[in-house]
């Protein structure tokens, strides 16, 4: 039997409307993909997945009749890991899950995507957790507090709440680089946007053209803090990289050169 090829559009929504095909369509032989990372296959038919809201919700819903809320966000947070054929783990844990008719699943490690699916959440909500301690702000020229970002998984759809909460008297955009687009808030809600950056632009860096002339004093006093907090006689760097790893020193003020 010739394999199908299920190409969606990279939104979680688009991956559950294939998934709704899947089961529509009582496929076995089937491949989900993201239209982004689509691998050219000899042997499979390609079918290209519409979106529609009503289908991702139907799906949605009766997840969420099968999981317990820990594995709903489970899920949700494995999608967001990206991780090449994690569409395909999350089907078979799907197909698992409305097999067992009164049994929530997700603590059902003798299955391998189930505890698959629970080591990769777990991976994403660190770098989440990461996110959520390690974001810097930089105060731009036009009152608006910038943090760049680079995470290993897309987790800004999971850091939103907290720095609306966090930052809720205050302007501000988190861009991931790796991803292209950003979260900004603008004293009464969040919205996803995407920016074009000048060609030259450099995340790490506080550039005068950019920044307010106050940054660069804060920068500079927040640095003389961390100076005169450490202790060198008490220094672990083993420990310290452990809990902050080298990979987001670049967007670290403290950690700059002086």
């Known amino acids: 039997m010739q394999e199908k090829k299920l190409i969606y559009d990279g939104t979680f929504d688009g991956f559950l409307c294939a998934v709704f095909y899947v089961f529509e369509h009582k496929l076995n032989a089937v491949c989900i993909e993201n239209e982004f990372v689509v691998q050219n296959g000899l042997f499979s038919e390609d079918i290209i997945i519409t979106t529609e809201n009503d289908k991702a919700n139907r799906v949605w819903t ?3 009749l099968k999981l ?3 594995g709903s966000f489970q899920l949700y947070y494995t999608f967001l890991s990206e ?6 783990i999350l ?6 899950a409305f097999t067992k008719s009164n049994k929530k699943i997700d603590k059902d490690f003798s299955h391998p ?10 991976m994403v909500g660190r770098e989440k957790h990461r996110m959520e301690a390690f974001v810097r702000f930089r105060l731009t020229k036009d009152d608006i507090y910038f943090a760049s970002v680079e995470p290993d998984f897309n987790v ?3 850091i939103s709440k907290h720095f609306k909460r966090r930052y809720a008297d205050q302007k501000w955009m988190i861009y991931d680089i790796k991803r292209h687009y950003g979260l900004f808030y603008d004293l009464k809600k ?6 074009d950056f000048p060609k030259l632009f450099d995340f790490t860096k506080t550039d005068s053209d950019y920044f307010a002339e106050q940054e660069f004093e804060f920068q500079r006093l927040w640095k003389d803090y961390f100076k005169s907090t450490n202790i060198e006689s008490r220094k672990n760097m ?6 902050v790893p080298k990979r987001y020193w670049k967007y670290l003020s403290e950690k700059q050169p002086d």
């Open 62 to 64: 009766g997840l969420k």
């Open 68 to 70: 317990s809320s820990t």
């Open 83 to 88: 991780q090449v054929g994690v569409e395909n």
């Open 91 to 96: 089907l078979d844990y799907m197909r698992y």
């Open 113 to 122: 995507s189930v505890l698959k699916i629970a080591q990769i959440a777990k």
């Open 156 to 158: 800004l759809p999971l």
């Open 190 to 195: 969040v919205e996803i946007i995407n920016m």
């Open 238 to 243: 083993k420990l310290h990289i452990r809990h």
